[in-house]
Structure formats: C-alpha cells, structure tokens
C-alpha cells in the first residue's frame, strides 16, 4: 500500500458524459501528478501540481481539467467523454515535487466509456 | 523526438535466473531516469531513480546503470524470483519550464518455476 487514495476504482459512462476522479496523496506529499494508462499508447503524463498550484503540464487534452485543493486532494475532471478516453488513470504524490522526488502512485481509477 | 525505447518486448526465465532489461532514449534536456515495476492493473513502483552523474544504482536484487553519454540504460535483477513477474517501464525525466515524464512501452517479465 503506497498511502496514495483514489476513488472510485471503477467508473462506467457514456460518451458525451464528464467524470471527475479524485486523489488523496500520501500523508505529508505536496505535489500530486496524474497519468493516464491505455493499452495503445502505455503510460503517459498529464499534469503536476504542487501545494495547490499547477507546476507541469504535459499531454493533458483540452477537454480534461484538474485542481489540488488546500488540503492537498485533487481532482482530475474529464468532460466530453470519448472512447478513446477509456483508460486506466493514475494519480502519484512525492514530497516537494522536485526532479528528483520517489513519486508513489495510487491503485488507479478504471474509466470506461461506452 | 523525445522518445524512450525498451527491449525486450517481453522476456521469459526460469526463477533464480538473472537478466537484463535494456532501455534507450533520446529525451532532452535530461533531469533523470527511472526504472518502475508495475504488476498487473496495478499502480507502478519505483525501483530506481538517477541523476547524469549517476552510473549505478541499486534496490535489493535490482541494479540499475546509466551512461548517459550513450544514452542507454539496463536494470539487471539478479536471481530472480516468481514475484518478480510484472512489467518493467523506464521513464525519462526532461526539464522544459517544468518536469515532463517521456515512458518507455515497458518489457513484460515471466519468472516460471
């Protein structure tokens, strides 16, 4: 158990729909980041934050938006569902954020889209 | 391109065995490079973190080297055992007005009895 919380573990909807997926880091973590996972295209980053402020971003799509709160939880939204955004998400959390900072992911959210 | 290339694809030994996962990038401007295990439908797990000046690293049974020059990378797991069946994904870190994370496909390991 890496302490990293998500939930829920599996989500079911339609396309068209939005979905928002949350994340509870690790007791004492800063910085939360979120991955997505298909079987196509593997594991690929989508955005960082740090203390509630987004510090990277990487192939994060339009339609998909996130926050980290004050107490450090965060959610990824996902809107205009489509198939292709079925996928396994991830979120991970490290101490400071930093380069070079051990990230411990969290069991992962499943997201189908029908 | 930034891009991380693993081989094998996938890998079958007999447990007690040791091998040796290969993984070359041509990602830049480097900041570090990791080695994960990831089991199946499970999050990954980080098994070694490296800096450029870093050329060898290890976690128990998992040894890691780097030459950055060449810009390859191996992790090597020595005497293997059935729990080390999972797949293995090297992710480079590259520094670009932020961290950004370019992952390898990952090689899928099978220790049989």
């Not at chain 1, 068209?16 to 594991?43: E, H, I, K």
């Not at chain 1, 991970?92 to 930093?98: E, V």
């Not at chain 2, 447990?15 to 499970?42: A, I």
């Not at chain 2, 060449?70 to 020595?78: P, R």
Request: charged share 15%; aromatic share 10%.
């Amino acid at each position: 158990d890496s302490g990293v919380t998500q939930t829920p573990k599996h989500l079911i909807t339609a396309t068209g729909q939005r979905v928002t997926l949350r994340c509870s880091p690790r007791s004492g973590d800063l910085s939360v980041y979120w991955y997505q996972q298909s079987l196509d295209q593997g594991l690929q980053f989508l955005i960082q934050y740090y203390n509630g402020e987004e510090r990277a971003k990487g192939n994060i799509l339009e339609r998909f938006s996130a926050q980290q709160f004050p107490d450090l939880h965060s959610e990824l939204n996902l809107s205009s569902l489509e198939l292709g955004d079925s996928a396994l998400y991830f979120c991970a959390s490290s101490a400071r954020g930093t380069g070079g900072d051990e990230q411990f992911f969290g069991p992962g959210t499943r997201l189908t889209v029908l | 391109k930034n891009q991380v290339e693993q081989s094998p694809q996938s890998l079958i030994i007999l447990e007690g065995k040791n091998c040796t996962l290969q993984c070359n990038y041509t990602v830049s401007p480097f900041s570090n490079l990791r080695w994960y295990k990831q089991d199946t439908g499970r999050g990954p797990v980080s098994l070694t973190i490296m800096t450029f000046s870093e050329n060898t690293k290890s976690n128990g049974r998992y040894t890691a080297t780097l030459d950055a020059d060449t810009k390859q990378s191996s992790l090597h797991i020595t005497a293997s055992q059935l729990s080390d069946s999972a797949s293995y994904i090297c992710v480079v870190s590259r520094w670009s007005g932020g961290q950004n994370f370019v992952f390898g496909p990952g090689t899928r390991l099978s220790v049989l009895p």
